[in-house]
T-cell receptor, first 112, second 113 residues
Framework: EPEVTQTPSHQVTQMGQEVILRCVPISNHLYFYWYRQILGQKVEFLVSFYNNEISEKSEIFDDQFSVERPDGSNFTLKIRSTKLEDSAMYFC??????????FGPGTRLTVT | GDSVTQMEGPVTLSEEAFLTINCTYTATGYPSLFWYVQYPGEGLQLLLKATKADDKGSNKGFEATYRKETTSFHLEKGSVQVSDSAVYFCALDQTDSWGKLQFGAGTQVVVTP
């Protein structure tokens, strides 16, 4: 069964550094998403991406965040200058059409 | 704005007990409603969904009915197993929102033998 994959599973970085979180969505899916979950808090929507552009973003998704689908298979989330409060589990999801999103296993980002 | 509220956990049950996890929502219009499950060390998996009022979603013995009059989508299972131990998330999606899911806080369920 096809699945969404994410790498790395755990990323440790120092404050102020740039990180890129990678996702490989399911191959025939058209809509792509990033969510995050700070420890002990809700899963929060960050951004949706369709037709090679951002379709919606939350207020969390400020100028330090960017997304890209560089090669038709990967979907990346870049955080330009990480802060301590960016420490969270980041989930990628994809959807073909309709309502069912498929989630990856997540990347745990730790900012020290 | 739209929001989802679900009961706090952890919920601890014995095997074969009846499980209910309450979920209520606040939303304009007619959102779709979901239950996702997260097993230890894994990502979120869609458990069931309902896209309109009075729809009942069901999967793996779990059921939830979309109740517009009470703005609720409570999850139930008649006889839980140890393998049902997980965190359960209620979520909604407005149909005009490009699939932006809004989640509740999650409820941890622990089933003991």
């Amino acid at each position: 069964e096809p699945e969404v994959t994410q790498t790395p599973s755990h990323q440790v970085t120092q404050m102020g550094q740039e990180v890129i979180l990678r996702c490989v969505p399911i191959s025939n899916h058209l809509y792509f998403y990033w969510y995050r979950q700070i420890l002990g808090q809700k899963v929060e929507f960050l951004v949706s991406f369709y037709n090679n552009e951002i379709s919606e973003k939350s207020e969390i998704f400020d100028d330090q965040f960017s997304v890209e689908r560089p090669d038709g298979s990967n979907f990346t989330l870049k955080i330009r200058s990480t802060k301590l409060e960016d420490s969270a589990m980041y989930f990628c999801a994809s959807m073909r059409t309709g309502v069912e999103q498929y989630f990856g296993p997540g990347t745990r980002l730790t900012v020290t | 704005g739209d929001s989802v509220t679900q009961m706090e956990g952890p919920v601890t049950l014995s095997e074969e007990a009846f499980l209910t996890i309450n979920c209520t929502y606040t939303a304009t219009g007619y959102p779709s409603l979901f239950w996702y499950v997260q097993y230890p060390g894994e990502g979120l998996q869609l458990l069931l969904k309902a896209t309109k009022a009075d729809d009942k979603g069901s999967n793996k013995g779990f059921e939830a009915t979309y109740r517009k009059e009470t703005t609720s989508f409570h999850l139930e299972k008649g006889s839980v197993q140890v393998s049902d131990s997980a965190v359960y998330f209620c979520a909604l999606d407005q149909t005009d929102s490009w699939g932006k899911l809004q989640f509740g806080a999650g409820t941890q369920v622990v089933v003991t033998p």
